[in-house]
């Protein structure tokens, strides 16, 4: 029987029903999506059906099947009078998203199936609905939800998501637009899609350059706001991030995790030589979940040592490692700059930090010992010239070291740590000392400092300017240890909170300065005019005299900053006018003097109460968030300072990298020596590898993790490969009835394959008998006019249904079980 068959198809759908609530542990159980399932497409062809002749209980019946509560559930009603409601397509594209909403692939799949004659409305967003925005499509719709079953099944029906331009974009087409025409909200939208798991898996060729480029946009979009959505891509940055770190958690073993980080697709040109290109790819995406991981952490201390993998383990093989990247490091460094390929020491990323760290040693010695050696003038001219020397050719082999990372990386990688800005003041400060150096050593014929004393020399003179620079130089050279010191565990944390609110400081420092230069120009105004004037008194007391702190702008802003800590008292915001009348008697303008006091107060108040009080709460809570997260910062950053010791550039500390550098480039442009120049020293590889057979490991890799995360949220437990992350909000993801294989009947939304689709059938048992099934519980408005045809294969008269005969039609045609 037609109805018995119909009921059998129907109650197979109890397989399909979704399940309510998310467990935080347990197995939540495995669905999948099967297209193949004769059922399951009998089904589908007998609701599209029912929908068409408005079969109003029957269609009610099939969606209590698909819904978790069956009939009772609340959001049936909604969906079931949108899709009787022909009036426009609208209610159509309501109902499916809608339908997105309620998180069942079923149900989706079931209301897809009704745009089978017009599938360009499936892909756009609704038009006049109160639930949903215009511009929310259905894949934006999913994805935001993070459905990965319902993502998968839009993108395979050809769905895709237009990403509009950022704000700040000046192509030619946005150049004609004003800011006011371009949406914003729907920038922020699209954002929220695009960085979800489910796009990021599912729309992407590669997840890992993905995920990083979406962060490298929502930092863009963070500076460029003008704080009305920074919260919102803040937020949507944290996610990315956080869900990055799951992915390498899915790499159980070293192998695995070797191979997702050093594919060199998406990879910039600069770290194509690099081991684990990947790496200082998200590095430079600024992936501090990743990057702290321990799959992360492992793989670079592995890339860091190198060789040296082991050290730490045998003590003398340690000592005579140690020895020759310090005190035999010059004679290797010459081995390097004739034979690159001999005296591989320097190819170890660990041993150039120890020829760094020693070459920095000499330069502290150096920069101590300088003004030890002033206080024997006769005997230590040489010397001190001799100590400069080497100072200066440091800073040099330094300021190209950082000018050739700085053209490597770019400016904003190369200033998105403390210490770069640090070496550049430090090399600015060196180099302005050296020219002066160079002006003073210089043979003049006029004016010979070493014949004058140095009374008669002028503010200006070369040897002046040179002590001044240099001994800020020094000051910055001695400080320069911070450096190193943050790669100690334990210390290191301490150093780089220091550091994270020194960042902190220059905006309250510039508002200081602001403040003091406007009062300093009004305490000025007042001052002036009763500068000089002396007040004569009777009783032979001193005579008052106007200070001359406030004399000019440049005194009254030294003196207005020397008052912050205490040095400038009640007794300057006097004014003194002199004496006048028969008795000569003193003369006072005592609302001047008032006037000059309350600027006074009102400055202090400001600058102390108020500012400095501001800046030490910021610094305070700058520090206690570093120090909460002082594991991660700690470990973020010696990463980062792990893959400086890896580039060439870092192959030799300065000054030997004058020498090596130079040879490098001359090995490899005149004389044609190809050798992997991170690793400077390797013997170049005689194995080609075949490009194909990594990219193929890669995929096969990805599929695996792919699988395993998809597993992590059907099966949920606390694990070392799954990393929780405290004080955020867990975002659901579903993956029930994901389908496996490859799609069965891939959809050609274009208009010629719209056009061929006129010869798809539906070719189940028993479809054509299904007409007279439901005829019971269609009402026909009287009197009837002539049915018009829709364009497609199935073509069905289209009448009003009224939603409420349906209790007065409930006992005709198939009841809903």
């Known amino acids: 029987m037609p109805k018995t068959r119909l009921l059998v198809v129907k109650e197979h759908l109890f397989k399909y029903r979704t399940s309510e609530g998310d467990r935080d542990e347990g197995f939540e159980g495995h669905l999948e999506w099967n297209e193949e399932d004769p059922l399951l497409l009998e089904a589908i062809a007998y609701f599209y059906k029912a929908v068409k002749n408005k079969y109003y209980s029957e269609v009610r019946s099939f969606l209590g099947y698909l819904f978790p509560a069956g009939m009772d559930d609340a959001r049936l009603p909604n969906i079931h009078s949108l899709l009787l409601n022909t009036s426009s397509e609208e209610s159509l594209k309501e109902a499916l998203l809608l339908s997105i909403a309620t998180g069942s692939r079923p149900l989706v799949e079931f209301v897809l199936a009704l745009f089978v004659d017009c599938p360009y409305f499936e892909r756009s967003g609704c038009a006049n609905s109160s639930h949903f925005p215009p511009h929310m499509t259905p894949l934006m719709l999913a994805c935001i939800l993070n459905n990965f079953s319902i993502v998968q099944c839009l993108l395979l029906r050809g769905h895709t998501i237009q990403i509009p331009h950022f704000l700040t974009c000046e192509c030619r087409v946005c150049k004609r637009q004003t800011l006011t025409n371009r949406s914003s909200p729907l920038l922020v939208d ?115 040592r190198a060789d ?25 460094v010459m081995i390097h700059a ?72 770019g400016s904003d990688v190369f200033f998105s740590f403390w210490w770069r800005w640090f070496d550049v003041f430090l090399i600015f400060s060196f180099l302005t000392s050296f020219v002066f150096f160079l002006g003073s050593n210089s043979n003049r014929e006029v004016f010979d400092t070493s014949s004058i004393d140095r009374m008669h020399w002028p503010s200006g003179e070369f040897a002046l300017l040179h002590e001044i620079f240099l001994s800020i130089s020094c000051v910055l050279a001695i400080s320069k240890c911070f450096y190193y010191i943050q790669m100690i565990k334990g210390v290191g944390g301490s150093v780089i909170s220091i550091g994270k609110c020194v960042g902190k400081t220059y905006t309250y420092l510039l508002i200081m300065l602001a403040i003091i230069v406007s009062f300093s120009v009004g305490l000025n105004i007042l001052v002036s005019p009763y500068l000089n004037r002396k007040s004569i008194k009777k009783d032979n007391t001193p005579d008052k005299i106007t200070t001359d702190q406030y ?22 915001y006097t004014t003194v006018v002199g004496n006048t009348g028969a008795e000569m008697d003193p003369v006072s303008h005592n609302l001047n003097s008032a006037t000059l006091e309350i600027l006074g107060a009102l400055y202090h108040g400001i600058i102390i109460i108020t500012v400095l009080n501001l800046m030490t709460s910021l610094l305070v809570k700058k520090a206690d968030e570093v120090l909460d997260n002082e594991e991660m910062e700690f470990k973020y950053t010696r990463a980062a300072m792990y893959a400086e010791f890896v580039s060439w550039e870092m192959a030799a500390p300065p000054p030997f990298n004058l020498i090596v550098v130079v040879a490098h480039l001359l090995h490899r442009n005149v004389f044609k020596r190809p050798f992997p120049s991170p690793n400077w020293g390797d013997k170049p590889e005689t194995e080609e590898v075949d490009i194909e057979e990594m990219e193929f490991e890669y995929m096969t890799l990805a599929t695996i993790i792919f699988n395993r995360f998809c597993a992590s949220k059907e099966c949920k437990f606390k694990s070392i490969w799954r990393t929780e992350f405290p004080n955020h909000d867990k975002v659901p993801t579903h993956v029930s009835f994901m389908s496996t294989g ?33 005829q019971g519980d269609k009402i026909v408005e009287a009197p009837a006019k002539a049915a018009t045809s829709v364009r497609g294969p199935y073509s069905f008269p289209t009448t009003k249904v009224d939603p409420l005969a349906s209790k007065q039609t409930a006992n005709k045609g198939i009841p809903p079980v």
């Open 190 to 304: 699209v954002m929220r899609a695009v960085s979800s798991e489910a796009f990021l898996w599912l729309a992407t060729v590669d997840v890992f350059a993905a995920a990083c480029t979406v962060t490298h946009d929502l930092q863009q979009l963070i500076k460029d706001d003008c704080l009305e959505h920074v919260e919102i891509y803040r937020h949507l940055e944290a996610n990315v991030q956080r869900f990055l770190a799951r992915v390498s958690d899915q790499a159980w073993r070293v192998e695995e995790f070797n191979v997702l980080v050093s594919n060199k697709n998406y990879c910039a040109r600069r770290m194509s030589e690099i081991q684990s290109p990947r790496l200082q790819m998200a590095m430079d995406s600024e992936m501090r979940q990743f990057t702290c991981s321990t799959n992360s952490q492992t793989a670079i201390k592995s890339v860091f």
């Open 308 to 332: 040296w993998l082991n050290f730490g383990n045998k003590p003398k093989r340690d000592a005579w490692r140690l020895l020759r990247a310090s005190v035999l490091m010059p004679v290797l």
């Open 338 to 409: 004739i034979f690159p390929n001999k005296g591989t020491t320097m190819a170890v990323p660990l041993a150039r930090y120890i020829a760094h760290v020693t070459m920095y040693c000499f330069f502290l010695t150096a920069a101590i010992l300088r003004p030890a050696l002033s206080f024997y003038p006769d005997q230590s001219v040489f010397g001190c010239k001799l100590l400069e020397i080497f100072m200066y050719t440091y800073i040099i082999g330094l300021f190209l070291e950082k000018g050739l990372m700085f053209y490597r990386v």
């Open 742 to 774: 490859p799609h069965s009947f891939p959809m050609d939304n274009t208009f010629e394959g719209w056009r061929k689709r006129e010869t798809r059938k539906m070719k189940v048992p028993n479809y054509e008998d299904y007409d007279n099934m439901g």
């Open 551 to 572: 004399a000019s702008i440049g005194t009254s802003s030294k003196n207005l900053f020397w008052s912050i800590f205490g040095y400038l008292g009640p007794s300057t």
